[in-house]
């Protein structure tokens, strides 16, 4: 089975959020099961120099975007066994970040067919060409509009990845004509149309041959008007083809026993290297060192979507609690300035670093006691996955992954690996906090056990891509 997995980010190459670790974990498995799969990414100017160093010239060609004759080089590298295309153009790609420029819908537009003419040139035809997000979703149309007058792409299958529904590339309909050099065939209700627009990531769902997301619980989310951001009557015309198949993390880079950026090593059986994290964390930080006291913290864009608003109301009241609490994300100004003040008027007990740092995320999963992600919705979710691999446990709103992923602790079997919330609340957020201070202080047997049952489930990717197989082949025999 040839695979060719397409998106506009892939760790360690270059991420900003989730899609970009999918991308870098989720081929590396598939090719461990057996199949052929590659990636195809932007070859953005940002890339490392060890990894610009590795590079190899494949082919040269010109795309055609709309009018303009662009340059189009595609570059390749070998990583775990895994073959990465890499397609360059400075003008779009010579950028300081991946995304947020005016002429975004242009760049993805000059990615998007660049794949669709590098597929013969590169002599690799996919059986599956796999597709992310609204960046890489006009393919499928793209397959069946511009380009289904070449032989060799009439067999090629497409599958659709949703990581988030927010983002859904719609722009006015003139850019089929300026951007991709087509009419308006595919412009009608199942298809591009969207009000007098288009939607990219509309265009994919009803062309694509089958359409995944991050978590079974957000594929139900996205088709009720409350999560489905004006495509849930879309999602719910196509759920006939629609899974959610939950993320995983990668094992071999979150792995509490041989994690080179974490002080101490530890496993469930062996935990006194996590109190040695946290009591180094505090340090770093600069918080009072006690191992004692309960340490909760977030790794995250510092958003409304994140739940951040409900922690800001209530600050005030956790700092009535004997915790301390550490925040490391950017994102929203009026958040950044808020936890910076709460970091001047308690600094024995709060701590915001504005920054993204990655090597301190990982020693925040390893040292903290608890991790709080109340996101108001999310489609998956890594984070929490990564806690729990840590053996720090998650206290989450019940949405999405977090649902699927996170057992809230019952204390008539002692069963669970965390704490969660429905009521979308910042009471009832506190609420849960204190039903998990309440454990940390009062229990410390059952919070072990909880450790323990945290760190003991399996989130790698082992059994998620075994899904994806089962999609793909299925797929390829309907």
């Known amino acids: 089975m040839k695979v060719l997995f397409a998106a506009a980010e892939c760790a360690p190459f270059f991420k900003t959020g989730g899609l970009g670790d999918v991308a870098g974990a989720l081929p590396k498995e598939l090719k461990k099961q057996g199949v052929d799969v590659r990636v195809v990414l932007p070859l953005y100017s940002t890339m490392p120099q060890k990894y610009k160093d590795q590079l190899e010239d494949v082919v040269q060609f010109e795309v055609k975007v709309g009018w303009r004759s662009q340059y189009c080089g595609i570059k390749k590298l ?184 974490i002080p101490a090593h530890f496993s469930a059986k062996k935990l006194a290297g996590k109190a040695l994290n946290k009591i180094a964390l505090q340090e770093r930080v600069g918080l009072p060192v006690n191992k004692e006291i309960a340490l909760m913290s977030m790794v995250s864009r510092l958003t409304t979507q994140k739940g951040c608003d409900l922690l800001r109301e209530q600050v005030e009241e956790l700092m009535h609690r004997n915790i301390q609490i550490l925040i490391l994300g950017t994102g929203e100004k009026e958040y950044e300035d808020s936890f910076k003040y709460f970091t001047w008027k308690y600094p024995k007990n709060f701590k915001v670093i504005v920054d993204f740092d990655v090597a301190l995320a990982q020693h925040i999963y390893a040292g903290s006691d608890l991790f709080i992600m109340p996101s108001a919705f999310e489609p998956c979710g890594l984070s929490q996955l990564n806690s729990l691999r840590y053996g720090t446990l998650p206290i989450v709103h019940e949405t999405g992954g977090l649902k699927d992923t996170v057992e809230p602790f019952n204390p008539l079997t002692g069963e669970g690996t965390g704490f969660s919330f429905y009521d979308f609340r910042s009471s009832v957020m506190v609420e849960t906090i204190d039903r998990a201070l309440t454990v940390y202080y009062d229990e410390p047997k059952v919070w072990m056990s909880l450790v323990e049952q945290a760190m003991a489930k399996d989130f790698s990717w082992e059994k998620s891509t075994k899904e994806y197989i089962r999609v793909y082949t299925a797929v390829l025999k309907a």
């Open 78 to 261: 070998e990583k775990d066994n895994v073959v990465y295309y890499f397609v360059d153009n400075l003008y779009y790609f010579d950028r300081p970040s991946i995304y947020g420029f005016e002429d975004d819908g242009e760049r993805f537009a000059f990615f998007s067919q660049a794949i669709c003419e590098m597929l013969e040139k590169i002599a690799f035809i996919p059986d599956i060409l796999h597709v992310n997000d609204w960046h890489t979703s006009i393919i499928p149309v793209l397959l069946k509009d511009k380009y289904q007058w070449i032989d060799s792409y009439q067999s090629i299958k497409t599958i659709l990845t949703i990581h988030n529904l927010q983002f859904q590339g719609v722009y006015d309909q003139f850019v089929l004509s300026d951007l991709y050099g087509i009419g308006y065939n595919a412009v009608h209700d199942h298809g591009l149309k969207y009000y007098d627009q288009i939607n990219c990531l509309k265009g994919g769902i009803f062309y694509a041959d089958q359409v995944t997301t991050v978590s079974p619980t957000y594929a139900q989310e996205i088709q009720t008007p409350q999560f489905g951001e004006n495509l849930d009557g879309v999602l719910r015309y196509n759920n006939y083809k629609l899974s959610g198949i939950l993320n995983g993390i990668d094992y071999d880079v979150f792995d509490p026993e041989t994690d080179d950026l």
